[in-house]
């Protein structure tokens, strides 16, 4: 059974920093793309960033493009959000998702699974 576990979200102001962490399980990890969507309050959700199975190769959704920083440790089967100069309009919930396809991807519907989500919030 495949399992993806999110941690790391909670309430910063702005300007603030964040590390969000997905953790997996039951999943060939290294043959994956790993991503992170996020859903705002009444928002459809958007894909974030995402990592080839190998961690070189990653994009960005234009929304936060200079602002975050995705990466892997494949050892821990472990991929890292890092999020910098976060904005109240970066408030949602983030999700970690899995792509069998092992290319990275911001297109919601190549994750094949998915974890729970964990809440990030930005005050002004």
């Known amino acids: 059974q495949v399992r993806l576990v999110e941690s790391g979200g909670g309430s910063v102001q702005t300007g603030g920093s964040l590390r969000l962490a997905c953790t997996a399980s039951?999943?060939?990890?290294?043959?994956?793309?790993i991503g992170w969507v996020r859903q705002a309050p009444g928002e459809e959700c958007e894909g974030v960033s995402c990592?080839?199975?190998?961690?070189?190769?990653?994009v960005y959704a234009d929304s936060v493009s200079g602002r975050i920083t995705i990466s892997r440790d494949n050892d821990k089967n472990t991929v890292y959000l890092h999020m910098n100069s976060l904005k109240p309009e970066d408030t949602a919930v983030y999700y970690c998702?899995?792509?069998?396809?092992?290319?990275?991807?911001?297109?919601?519907?190549?994750?094949?699974?998915w974890g729970q989500g964990t809440q990030v919030t930005v005050s002004s």
């Open positions: 039951g999943v060939t990890w290294n043959m994956h793309a």
């Open positions: 998702a899995a792509d069998s396809q092992g290319l990275p991807t911001t297109r919601l519907t190549d994750y094949d699974h």
């Open positions: 990592v080839d199975r190998n961690g070189g190769n990653t």
